[in-house]
């Protein structure tokens, strides 16, 4: 097998050159133009959802809608959107898949 | 100026985010021991790469004889939204000096990112940002490092028990939520996750996420510019 340490250097020196990336020029960009802040003001909803919804309707690589993942997931959107709460959409959306899976 | 009140608000909001953290952790450690790799290299992934879906997908690659090059390469292309995190978080942190905007860097992960962004939005006060960004930072660095550990000891006993996995998108829920506040952010969410899906349909791979995140930006962006001006206020 492929010797894993070189690959963990490398994987992470470019993702701390990616987090540092405009951090570290960040006193050279004080006053951002309202364009620019129009779009950096979407990147969180972008962002997350390109990770969410993926692991929602293709938890096995295809697309797949009559899975159990994609309703515990609503049911948990639905607990996020009333409770703001981490905790509680955490066990009502496990709770659902695994109920869900063993129906 | 420091502020360990600031601090400790940080890492009050990052609290509730460890109960999705320490599976994911575990699961971080526990994946590549149950594929033959040592615990530090496990460690290793969590300190050096420290950023859950590029670990385990560096350990997919290499544990089924993919090269280090491809290995490297899907890390980094899931990695390539810290870009867009980094812009997002630089105009609120130009007064800090160089060295604490570097070390800031390396804490940078999607919840500290979403719980920072949305602190500093409703706070007027510069010199306490990043305290707070700190205190968040830290305590998922500490509980991220101590679950992977945890997670290489119990090994693949843990991850065939319960659907740890599902754990990753629910916190990611509850990140999104209060970020829907807007028309824009509602179309960009909506365009992000369809993007996404398709991209990956498509055979895109881990580049599925960033071609989502950038289809987002450009959905939300273009609704916002059509609002009328009085409405950004």
């Not at chain 1, 981490?86 to 899976?101: D, F, K, N, R």
């Not at chain 2, 602190?119 to 968040?136: C, K, M, Q, T």
Request: a positive charge.
């Amino acid at each position: 097998m492929t010797p894993i340490w070189p690959v963990i250097v490398v994987a992470g020196a470019g993702t701390y050159a990616m987090r540092a990336s405009f951090l570290a020029i960040a006193h050279r960009m004080a006053t951002v133009p309202p364009g620019v802040a129009r779009m950096l003001r979407q990147i969180p909803p972008a962002a997350l959802a390109a990770i969410i919804l993926p692991a929602l309707v293709r938890p096995e690589g295809h697309l797949d809608l009559a899975q159990p993942r994609l309703l515990a997931g609503a049911l948990a959107a639905l607990v996020a959107w009333r409770t703001r709460n981490v905790g509680a959409t955490l066990i009502v959306g496990m709770g659902a898949l695994v109920l869900l899976q063993h129906l | 100026m420091p502020s360990l009140t600031e601090a400790r608000a940080g890492a009050s909001a990052a609290a509730p985010m460890l109960l999705g953290v320490i599976p994911f952790g575990l699961v971080a450690g526990a994946a590549p021991v149950s594929h033959g790799f040592s615990g530090w290299s496990a460690v290793g992934l969590s300190t050096l790469v420290f950023a859950g879906a590029s670990q385990l997908a560096i350990v997919d690659v290499l544990s089924h004889g993919g090269s280090a090059v491809v290995a490297i390469l899907a890390a980094w292309t899931i990695n390539l939204r810290m870009v867009l995190y980094s812009a997002s978080l630089a105009p609120y942190l130009g007064h800090e000096s160089t060295r604490r905007r570097l070390g800031a860097a390396y804490l940078l992960v999607d919840q500290v990112y979403a719980l920072s962004i949305t602190r500093w939005a409703g706070d007027e006060r510069a010199d306490r940002r990043l305290s707070f960004y700190a205190g968040a930072g830290l305590l998922l660095w500490t509980t991220w490092v101590t679950s992977t550990i945890v997670g290489t000891l119990l090994g693949s006993a843990l991850a065939d028990a319960l659907p740890l996995d599902f754990a990753v998108p629910l916190v990611f829920l509850v990140l999104l939520v209060p970020v829907l506040v807007d028309r824009p952010a509602v179309v960009a969410a909506v365009c992000g996750g369809v993007a996404a899906v398709v991209a990956a349909e498509a055979g895109a791979g881990p580049l599925s996420t960033i071609v989502g995140a950038v289809a987002g930006i450009a959905g939300g962006t273009l609704v916002d510019a059509r609002r009328p001006q009085s409405l950004d206020q």
